[in-house]
């Protein structure tokens, strides 16, 4: 297993961008798929992004496709997320998550098993 950090959340003024980490513990990084999901208050926890092992394919929920960016350092253990034109609507907290999943799968909360404690993301208007 992996224990995952999140980082690099803040507050922005809309038009802004911001690029989270997640910097994971443990030797096996390179063996799981990592996915990004977002929680606002009072919303349900929603899927952004997921990235493959090998970092070669990468999907986007349709709120972040053309502005958010999701790629991953296997050297370093880290996984990034560049979120660009952000907007009031991106305010949340913000995980990343690890699991074992593949193509349309890992867009669904349960493909993952292991999760970070999140980072708050404001965006102000």
């Known amino acids: 297993q992996v224990q995952l950090v999140e980082s690099g959340g803040g507050l922005v003024q809309a038009g802004g961008s911001l690029r989270l980490s997640c910097t994971a513990s443990g030797r096996t990084f390179s063996t799981y798929t990592l996915g990004w999901f977002r929680q606002a208050p009072g919303k349900e926890r929603e899927f952004v992004g997921y990235i493959s092992r090998s970092g070669g394919t990468t999907y986007y929920a349709d709120s972040g496709k053309g502005r958010f960016t999701i790629s991953r350092d296997n050297a370093k253990n880290t996984m990034y997320l560049q979120m660009n034109s952000l907007n009031p609507e991106d305010t949340a907290v913000y995980y990343c998550?690890?699991?074992?999943?593949?193509?349309?799968?890992?867009?669904?909360?349960?493909?993952?098993?292991?999760w970070g404690q999140g980072t708050q993301v404001t965006v102000s208007s």
């Open positions: 998550a690890a699991g074992f999943c593949s193509g349309y799968g890992c867009s669904g909360r349960a493909a993952y098993a292991m």
